[in-house]
């Protein structure tokens, strides 16, 4: 969705590597979001127009923002959304067909829930999101419903090799726009995890 080299980057401590996917710790920060209803793979293309004319200047302060990537995408059936990288967009139903889909810009670093300019568009959200310990695969490829499902199996069973138990439900990132080729696009599934024990307060 966005370029990388043109675009911040959503800050994160890396935790630890691991052979298929890293530990990164997230700092809390704001997004900006929007519900559609429709297939995964349309997602990001029906809510991309209202978040990027907000951070346009489409909001009470006519202020503009930068991007900051990842793009974020997520099921809105969770319960709790934590959405801690790029586009971001939650995973898809199995079976197909049109669901509910939370799909996320993440706000510059500075921008609180409080300073955050009022959007002029009511689909637009902004939510402030806490800290977290975050598992990270990373892939390349077009992001499609079957690669997605792929990635995050993949991710769940890497987790439970490692012990670490997940929190909610994965989430998709994207960071390139679409007209680079497909085999270089940067895309990363994203899932939160517990604390290991001797790291909880």
Known sequence: MVSRTMTEQQPYDLVQRYPHFELRRYPKHVLAEV???????????????????????????????????PVLQESASSEEMVMTAPVLQSGPVLGGGDE???????????????????????????????????????????????????????LLEALRL?????????????????????????NEVVIDVEEPEGTRA
Do not use: C
């Open 35 to 69: 519900q559609v209803h429709t297939a995964f793979d349309r997602a990001a293309n029906e809510a991309f127009r209202y978040l990027f004319n907000y951070i346009s200047g489409s909001n009470k302060a006519r202020r503009k923002l930068s991007m900051t990537a």
């Open 162 to 186: 490692a012990g670490l138990t997940p929190v909610g439900s994965a989430r998709f990132a994207r960071f390139d726009p679409p007209f680079k080729p497909w085999f270089l696009r940067h």
């Open 100 to 154: 509910d889909y939370v799909v996320a810009f993440v706000l510059p670093s500075g921008v609180t829930a409080a300073n955050a300019p009022i959007p002029d568009e009511p689909r637009v959200k902004i939510r402030e999101v806490p800290g977290s310990l975050t598992a990270v695969a990373r892939f390349t490829g077009n992001g499609s419903t079957t690669a997605f499902q792929h990635h995050s199996v993949a």
